[in-house]
């Protein structure tokens, strides 16, 4: 082998010094960068192969409802509440590329046929909360407004302060992807991101918009509040 | 320098590319830890964990912020992954893990070294290439990393693989054992580094350029941690502290 001395020790001394340069809170050489971004597409390559709609997420029976120490989170400075006119003018809208872009009431939404699901929120901070959540399946409203089978993408928007995430067609129609508009079998209180936000167990918290207003299907990923700030944009769970 | 050398190069190499990626993984892990460093899901407790709530010290991590820790995280878990294999499937094919595994006769031969550091017997127990302590640890260290991974890939797709995650106990327990695992490597290799420069700092030398001197050897030099760090035919007893001096120079002429 043609592995030289000298060579052994040039790349080790790097290697080296780049694990100590580490261990001091730093984010890491810049030229790591386009590695990591690499890393970052592999990844979402390796996780979307192995993404199953017949992959559930179920809450483990011996762990409590998390009620209300259920972590509240928006990115306004106080909670985004609707009042009584602006909740009655309030709409969902699905549009982009859909045949027919539904424009939805709450009152419509809840008419639609729902779905009550006991089950994890995996928040990317490392910590999980349980509840239930009661809504609309979005492969059903999907299928309602006739998405064109070509669009890849959904973004959730919201009025959160501009909060929105896209996300890939196949987590946002998963059997698990809810647009709900209940918690814990009570209407979803604006802490939580009423009147409507939408919740997977098999996307990271952020990727979860809260009060919603916009559905759009896309031919293209529209980055995404904390996705834009870097994390990861797949964000699976 | 291949043919001679202590440890073949392939070896020599994916140590220290371990050693990085593990330090990177290890550090990088404890800031994503740091977002949240408690195991008890929302609304609940957890029995196991006694330092619940408390971060770890931000000198001790790698990656800024959440999200770099998370990108540093899951870019080098393929490298420590795929370096991993490259030296299991390297020592089985080459046959160097016939150093490593246990067989009849190695607790027997921990007990004969622990009575030789403790002072119990007097001569270093000649157990070939790795004595059983050694031994011991680089046998367990592979396991441990295994460990690693299947509870990493419990807390990294608890959907995709919830069977897995539900064995484990669910996710705060995956998670739970995925830390308890990085504890045990993190000792183990604060134990192989203090070892390395306690008893056998030449040891550094067979892991970079393989070379190697029989005479060096702790065997050779009677050594236990911070004794006869130098060849005997030196004046090693100059190095030790005086009480040691005694204990050290009395050997010696046990040895010549």
């Known amino acids: 082998m043609t592995f030289d001395r000298r060579d052994f020790i040039r790349y080790g001394g790097t290697a080296l010094s780049a694990a100590l340069f580490g261990a001091c809170d730093s984010q890491g050489p810049e030229k790591a960068e386009k590695l990591l971004r690499y890393a970052e597409k592999k990844n979402e390559g390796v996780e979307r192969l192995i993404f199953r709609h017949t992959s559930m997420d179920h809450a483990k029976s011996n762990v409590r409802a998390a009620g209300d120490q259920f972590p509240s989170y928006f990115v306004s400075d106080v909670v985004p509440t609707l009042d009584a006119g602006a909740m009655a003018a309030w709409r969902l809208e699905i549009s982009g590329m859909v045949q027919k872009p539904l424009s939805l009431t709450l009152d419509d939404l809840m008419k639609l046929d729902r779905q009550t699901q006991r089950v994890n929120h995996y928040c990317v901070e490392g910590w999980t909360a349980v509840a239930e959540f009661t809504g609309v399946p979005l492969r059903s409203l999907a299928i309602l407004a006739q998405a064109d089978p070509k669009a890849g993408y959904v973004d959730f928007q919201s009025f959160d302060n501009g909060y929105h995430e896209s996300w890939d067609v196949e987590s946002a129609t998963h059997p698990q992807t809810l647009i709900v508009y209940a918690k814990d079998g009570a209407v979803l209180p604006p802490a939580y991101g009423a009147p409507a936000r939408v919740h997977s167990p098999v996307k990271l918290g952020y990727k979860n918009t809260k009060y919603l207003t916009k559905i759009v299907f896309m031919p293209e990923r529209n980055g995404g509040y904390w996705t834009d700030e870097g994390y990861e944009w797949y964000g699976g769970v | ?256």
């Open chain 2, 1 to 256: 320098m291949g043919e001679h050398a202590r440890h073949h190069w392939i070896v020599r190499v994916t140590h220290w590319v371990n050693a990085v990626a593990l330090t990177l993984m290890v550090a990088s892990g404890l800031r994503i830890f740091n977002g949240s460093p408690e195991f008890a899901p929302k609304g609940g407790t957890f029995c196991c964990y006694p330092f619940e709530g408390r971060s770890i010290p931000a000198s001790l991590t790698f990656g800024g912020w959440l999200a770099g820790a998370r990108h540093w995280h899951f870019a080098m878990m393929w490298v420590l992954v795929v370096n991993g294999l490259i030296y299991l499937g390297f020592i089985y094919l080459h046959g160097e893990w016939r150093d490593l595994v246990p067989r009849r006769g190695d607790l027997r031969d921990t007990w004969a070294m622990i009575k030789f550091y403790t002072f119990i017997t007097k001569n270093h127990p000649r157990q070939g290439k790795h004595n059983a302590l050694q031994k011991g640890a680089y046998f367990a260290m592979p396991w441990i990393a295994v460990v690693c991974v299947v509870t990493g890939l419990a807390i990294w797709k608890p959907v995709e693989f919830s069977p897995l995650t539900n064995v484990l106990g669910g996710y705060a327990w995956a998670r739970y054992w995925h830390f308890l695992a990085m504890v045990a490597i993190v000792v183990l290799a604060a134990s192989h580094i203090f070892m390395v420069f306690a008893v056998d700092p030449y040891s550094l030398r067979s892991m970079t350029t393989g070379g190697y001197s029989e005479r060096l050897s702790p065997e050779e030099r009677n050594a236990r941690p911070f004794y006869h760090l130098l060849p005997q035919a030196a004046a090693a007893p100059a190095v030790v502290a005086a009480p040691v001096a005694e204990v050290s120079a009395a050997e010696k002429s046990e040895i010549t």
